[in-house]
């Protein structure tokens, strides 16, 4: 079964960097891509990115441009996504989740989440 | 950028009633991209409804999704005591602030 588990929690100071991890078991990793997806505390889902696990390719949000790195490790089937110059509005619980199927980006699977709190 | 606004807010229905959630795109979207999600307190969101109208696997169909261009809507036929919820629609890059569908 596809199972995607995240890293654990953290607790950074504004202007430090996070990565957090995703290990992917019960597929292909190469065969799907990854989205990121972050929730602030009682707020709605936030898209951050998309990588492809096939090629690295990746597409990241506006937002976020410049800020945030998504890269994958074929050999330990584990995608990562780096957030650098962290401010208090970065803290949330950060999901990742794998494509549905090979032809869309619809999110199918998720991560359980990982709680970064940004606090100094 | 495109922008998916969801309504209403908050529905406050009971057991066995149905529930009816928009979701309307500031232009038009694919269908074959227009997801809908459900997240229950301290939970991940869970796939509900692909593809505007396909029910992901084992999604009961008392959950149903349709509409094209701007507007879609996720109908819930009679809820149940776990669909108390918030919902979520999604197109590729965006998602709609939710709808919580709470207990009246």
């Known amino acids: 079964q596809v199972q995607l588990v995240q890293s654990g929690a953290e607790v950074k100071k504004p202007g430090a960097s996070v990565k957090v991890s995703c290990k992917a078991s019960g597929y292909t990793f190469t065969s799907y891509g990854i989205s990121w997806v972050r929730q602030a505390p009682g707020q709605g889902l936030e898209w951050m990115g998309w990588i492809s696990a096939y090629n690295g390719n990746t597409n990241y949000a506006q937002k976020l441009q410049g800020r945030v790195t998504m890269t994958t490790d074929t050999s330990t089937s584990t995608a990562y996504m780096e957030l650098r110059s962290l401010r208090s509005d970065d803290t949330a619980v950060y999901y990742c989740?794998?494509?549905?199927?090979?032809?869309?980006?619809?999110?199918?699977?998720w991560g359980q989440g990982t709680l970064v709190t940004v606090s100094s | 950028e495109i922008v998916l606004t969801q309504s209403p807010g908050t529905l406050s229905l009971s057991p066995g009633e149905r529930a009816t959630l928009s979701c309307r795109a500031s232009q038009s979207v694919s269908s074959s991209y227009l997801a809908w999600y459900q997240q229950k307190p301290g939970q991940a969101p869970r796939l509900l409804i692909y593809?505007?109208?396909s029910r992901a696997t084992g999604i009961p169909d008392r959950f149903s999704g349709s509409g094209s261009g701007t507007d879609f809507t996720l109908t819930i036929s009679r809820l149940e005591p776990e669909d108390f919820a918030v919902y979520y629609c999604?197109?590729?890059?965006?998602f709609g602030q939710g709808t919580k569908v709470e207990i009246k």
């Open positions: 593809g505007a109208s």
């Open positions: 999604q197109q590729p890059g965006t």
């Open positions: 989740a794998r494509d549905l199927s090979t032809v869309t980006m619809t999110s199918g699977y």
